[in-house]
């Protein structure tokens, strides 16, 4: 009891900090949904059920414990020697966790209501732990609440669902071990039995032979099942193994290594590298720490209608975004490695084999002086990143003028493929639809195409002939930086589409490059040169010309943000959707601002005075037990 008390006074704060944090939204989008067909997770019973997808944020939960465990949790609710409250309290338990599988909102409950950032069934452990303990009382009182009926019932339930299994293809099921399964249960079956009558070799009861043997036979099934979970990862998900990651990791810290030594300022590196949407826009090193293993709905959304490459909870900056995103969000140096081909034109600062790297000479500091305007709403039609780009630099900069202007001459035509409200359809399903936008340039300016709609991860991109190699990533939106040629010329974009028929919408702009440096000119006179105090702190001076101006932040909102101006606190105001604002007097100001999750302070006392009760109940305790042994040896010698 004492227990359970303690871990929801742990709960309490924690759910008020997600609660009034990043996760609000997604409590709001509660939801009843379902994730899966019901039917289906039966096959996550079998052996070798296993599927990549579980570690992603769709499919389903990962409930393999063996063969054993669920013939052992099928004679747990026929054993006689186990209450029937009890048996209806494990049963009401086990339903609890497949409704919280099988139900979108209720799945989310678990991270207090916040979607996490994959993994998305992370208590399924706990269901797990269950079983095994149900599994081990069924065993514990096998020799007397069992009949020998009902262990042979039980393996034919087992074969019966198993048969079932194969016969209708549930998903992630596996024909080949499921029928190895058919025959352990059999035999795992049988040596319960011969337990059960205490089976005698040579006149001797066996009992710990065949638990021993029972135990071997069990554990064989763990290890196939582990050694198939571990194929699969390494035919379906080779960029997650360790030799990878080791390699991977080993690189980047070397180049950001580098780049911390050239510069020690706060700033953000595009780094081709796929980035998650709880890391809260610190794309590369000198970071602002911002992230948690949820994440929000709120800045995912933004994150996409900025134009960056987004599928499910994933956006990454590896296909490039525009120069006006560089510039808004202090992407100070864009760290290009070997399979990215760079195509904007900043300086090249380093080059090797691996890595070519650039400065971006228009990147704003994470906070700089703005006008009011800052304050006013982007109401546009959000699927074209490039209008929603021009609304949000009109209103932060003050500057009415589009620094996105649509592309008229342009002629687009298929191969193979027919078009039907935007949905690209294959006519050959065994060739590549191709879409190619032959581009009769109009203006000396970067061109950008922007391709949103589902299905885009299988696709190759050509310019003038020549493939352009891309992530993987990305099959909701992806952004094209497709360079800066002279007026007049012609240049031929393609899309080859090798995967499914593809639902896709297409914008192709160019980027009015004086309108960036008239932007830049403006914001860049009353930047914040924040200084890294902690990761979660940061400091910095301004000098404010003029009234009624802000101070804007590009950093996430969230409500454990903090902001003193001269010592005193500063009202934050949420901005631009997922923006932070404060407003300012004129003239020179210390800026602070600082990072403590909701709940953190209420948490910490209240895990304080937990403990502190914990210590006077021991120490009560103690006492408790010493006076009532020396009433009890008194007791003893009046007798």
Known sequence: MIAVLNASIVLIPCFIGIKTGRAESAIAEFSLENRFHMQDILSKFFTGSFNITEIQNFGMPPLFCGVIINLLVLLYFMNSKIKTREKIASFALVLIFFISFYFEGINNLWTMGNKPAWYMYRYSFCFSFILIFLAFKSFENLKEGTQIWQIIFAIFVYHIVAILA???????????????????????????????????????????????????????????????????????????????????????????NQMKTDDNSIYRVEAGLRLTANDGLAFGVNKVDFSGSTYSSELYDFLTKLGFSSEHVLVTSDTGNTKTMDMLFGVKYL????????????????????????????????????????????????????????????????????????????????????????KYVKQNKEEAGKISYNIKIEREDDIYLYLKGHGLEAINIYIN?????????????????????????????????????????????????????????????????????????YKGKVNIDGKEKYI?????????WTANVDGKEAEIIQVQEMLMAVKVPEGEHEIEISFIPQGFVSGLSISLLRYNSNYFVLCYSKKAIKHLTIINQMIKLNH
Request: charged content about 30%; overall charge neutral; hydrophobic content about 40%.
């Open 166 to 256: 194969i016969g209708f293809e549930l998903k992630t099921i596996n024909e080949i071990l499921v029928r190895v399964d058919m025959i352990l249960a059999l035999i795992l079956g049988t040596i319960l039995i011969l337990k059960k009558i205490e089976f005698k070799a040579w006149k001797k009861p066996i009992t710990s032979v065949l638990t021993i043997t029972l135990l071997i036979i069990s554990a064989g099934n763990i290890i196939i099942n582990a050694e198939y979970c571990m194929k699969v990862l390494k035919d379906e998900g080779s960029r997650n193994t360790m030799s990878h990651l080791k390699t991977l990791f080993e690189f980047n810290e070397n180049r950001f």
């Open 335 to 422: 760290s290009k490695v070997y399979y990215m081909k760079e195509t904007k034109d900043y300086d090249v600062i380093y080059k090797d084999k691996l890595e070519n790297r650039v400065q971006n000479p228009y990147a704003l500091s994470l906070a700089f002086g703005v006008p009011k305007t800052v304050l006013n709403e982007i109401i546009i039609d959000t699927k074209n990143t490039f209008e929603y780009q021009n609304k949000l630099m009109q209103n932060i900069s003050g500057i009415e003028e589009d620094i996105f202007v649509k592309a008229s001459n342009v002629q687009k035509s298929l191969e193979n493929l027919e078009v039907t409200q935007s």
């Open 465 to 537: 002939g020549e493939n352009i190699k891309i992530s993987p990533l990305g099959n909701k939106s992806k952004l094209f930086h497709l360079g800066k040629y002279k007026k007049g010329e012609e240049v031929l974009f393609e899309v080859e589409l090798n995967g499914t028929d593809v639902i896709l919408e297409e914008y192709l702009y160019y980027e009015r490059g004086e309108i960036i440096e008239k932007c830049y000119s403006l914001l860049q006179k009353e930047q914040v040169q924040l200084e890294k105090e902690t990761g979660r702190k």
């Open 552 to 560: 804007i932040f590009t950093i996430p909102f969230d409500k454990g």
